[in-house]
């Protein structure tokens, strides 16, 4: 978990975007995610694109390369009602 949290403090740093981490509650308890709330898609778009070229963030992920499954990643665009 320290790694999760040192991601959503560089992700906050770098992007202005408060991040949260969630734990499954049922299923596989191994997984996690980050989620942020944007008011946008445009602003989701500025967030993402400001961390996926970036040199430190990349550096991050690949720290804990370890810890992920091979293609299990997902990205998730959920809707607030």
Known sequence: MAWAHEVATYGKGKTGAEFKIEMAGSGNPGRIRWVAQV??????????????????????????????IADSLVDEFWWSA
């Not at 946008?40 to 804990?64: F, R």
């Open 39 to 68: 008011e946008s898609m445009a602003i989701h778009e500025q967030v993402k694109n400001k961390l996926v070229g970036d040199p430190k963030y990349l550096d991050l992920l690949e720290k804990a390369a370890d810890l992920f």
